[in-house]
């Protein structure tokens, strides 16, 4: 995911932090010897220790502080980007002062729609997936699917969002 995410990501300068159970990250600095890094002097690694009991949120914390930018992007580690300004995309939203978190179209491997923004309530749940299971291209009700939108929350598979709203104490 590493070397793809650095060759189809345009939007520099980018740096990437991995969380790891610190006994696995011997194996995975050597699985990492492969990824170009020092060719690209605007792409930045670094492996963080992170225990595998960690809440979702303590990871989260852990890679934001240590993130030197103004712009933090989480995302899983099965992602693949499919159009090198993927990234560029998401930053130019999420530096619009009157919008909190951005996320994006997330596909399963055989092209249907896994995320595309998440509605809270929807069948009775917490939040449901948008347009869960259509397909890459379709329009969805009334073309939406292919439209920027606004939505109750996004998925924390693919995350971007200014530092400081990650970091604010303001209550909502």
Same mark, same amino acid.
């Given at each position: 995911?590493?070397?793809?995410?650095?060759?189809?990501?345009?939007?520099?300068?980018?740096?990437?932090?991995?969380?790891?159970?610190?006994?696995?990250?011997?194996?995975?600095?050597?699985?990492?010897?492969?990824?170009?890094?020092?060719?690209?002097?605007?792409?930045?690694?670094?492996?963080?220790?992170?225990?595998?009991?960690?809440?979702?949120?303590?990871? /989260?914390?852990?890679?934001? &502080? %240590? +993130?030197?930018?103004?712009? =933090? $992007?989480?995302?899983?580690?099965? @992602?693949?980007?499919? *159009?090198?300004?993927? /990234?560029?995309?998401?930053? &130019? %939203? +999420?530096?619009?002062?009157? =919008? $909190?978190?951005?996320?994006?179209? @997330?596909?399963?491997? *055989?092209?249907?729609?896994?995320?595309?923004?998440?509605?809270?309530?929807?069948?009775?749940? =917490?939040?449901?997936?948008?347009?869960? @299971?259509?397909?890459?291209?379709?329009?969805?009700?009334?073309?939406?699917?292919?439209?920027?939108?606004?939505?109750?929350?996004?998925?924390?598979?693919?995350?971007?969002?200014?530092?400081?709203?990650?970091?604010?104490?303001?209550?909502?």
């Amino acid at each position: 995911m590493l070397d793809s995410l650095r060759l189809q990501t345009s939007y520099r300068p980018l740096q990437v932090l991995v969380l790891a159970d610190p006994s696995a990250l011997p194996q995975l600095r050597a699985q990492l010897g492969g990824v170009q890094v020092a060719q690209d002097p605007e792409f930045s690694l670094q492996l963080l220790p992170s225990s595998p009991d960690a809440s979702p949120a303590h990871r /989260l914390n852990l890679a934001a &502080s %240590h +993130a030197r930018g103004t712009v =933090l $992007g989480f995302l899983d580690s099965d @992602l693949q980007p499919l *159009d090198p300004d993927w /990234l560029q995309e998401l930053v &130019s %939203h +999420a530096l619009r002062p009157q =919008l $909190g978190a951005v996320g994006a179209k @997330l596909l399963y491997a *055989d092209g249907l729609i896994q995320h595309a923004g998440l509605i809270t309530g929807l069948n009775s749940g =917490l939040a449901g997936s948008c347009h869960h @299971l259509l397909g890459r291209r379709e329009g969805g009700h009334m073309g939406r699917l292919q439209l920027l939108q606004q939505f109750s929350a996004v998925s924390a598979a693919c995350l971007v969002l200014r530092k400081e709203v990650f970091s604010s104490r303001r209550r909502l």
